[in-house]
């Protein structure tokens, strides 16, 4: 199957700064690129859907200048947290679509990324 | 709007039995439906693909079905390991989106 690769797996950091969380489609053009929240013992909640070279739609309740979704290209999606707090640590997961997966519509999904703000 | 639910939280069996995992969805039938496997800390991993004029899938010791009149799909998985724990999600796709269950944990004991 294709492969999404996102990086960095876990991450620690100050109150305060921002992190960047890369997704990455390895071997087909992603098209479209989900970003989720997962807490603990909940399912994904979706934060937002970007297209490639377009703006992000983000879902009702999440902050778009908090958590900033650039997609510049048809393999790269980025997922900046700014001004991270402590309330922000997550487990945060990408996944892709492609064009020619669309008959399909299977997601892949990165490995996830840990986020620890403290 | 659309909700898929999993009632199970947690599932436990004893190896060797068949496990049995529920997803039910409201309002409109979905053109199918997907399942996916998580393991701790990890991204879920697609599984199975079932469309709503197929009754039943089956891909080694996993069978899905979806029954559009219970609007509820269930999955299946035969000759359980202990290998096989892990959270299965059921979802969605509708509208450009992803609709994800909730999820059921499955622990299968040696």
């Known amino acids: 199957g294709a492969v999404v690769s996102q990086h960095p797996s876990w991450v620690i950091c100050k109150s305060g700064t921002s992190v960047k969380i890369e997704c990455r489609s390895l071997?087909?053009?992603?098209?479209?690129m989900f970003w989720y929240r997962q807490f603990p013992k909940q399912s994904l909640m979706l934060m937002a859907t970007s297209n490639e070279g377009s703006k992000a739609t983000y879902e009702q309740g999440v902050e778009k200048d908090k958590f900033l979704i650039n997609h510049a290209s048809l393999t790269l999606s980025t997922l900046t947290v700014t001004s991270a707090h402590p309330e922000d640590s997550s487990f945060y997961i990408c996944s892709a679509l492609g064009a020619l997966l669309v008959m399909n519509t299977e997601a892949f999904f990165g490995q996830g990324t840990r986020l620890t703000v403290v | 709007s659309q909700k898929i639910e999993q009632n199970s939280e947690a599932l436990n069996i004893q190896e060797g039995k068949t496990a049995t995992l529920t997803c039910n969805y409201t309002n409109y039938s979905p053109a199918y439906l997907q399942w996916y496997r998580q393991d701790p800390g990890r991204g879920p991993v697609f599984l199975l693909l079932?469309?709503?004029?197929?009754k039943e899938k089956r891909k080694e010791r996993l069978k899905v079905t979806f029954d559009t009149t219970l609007k509820q799909s269930l999955f299946h998985i035969t000759a359980s390991q202990p290998a096989d724990s892990a959270t299965y999600l059921c979802?969605?796709?509708?509208?450009?989106?992803?609709?994800f269950g909730s999820g059921t944990k499955l622990n299968v004991k040696p």
């Open positions: 079932i469309r709503e004029n197929e």
């Open positions: 979802a969605q796709y509708n509208f450009n989106k992803f609709y």
């Open positions: 071997d087909f053009q992603a098209t479209t």
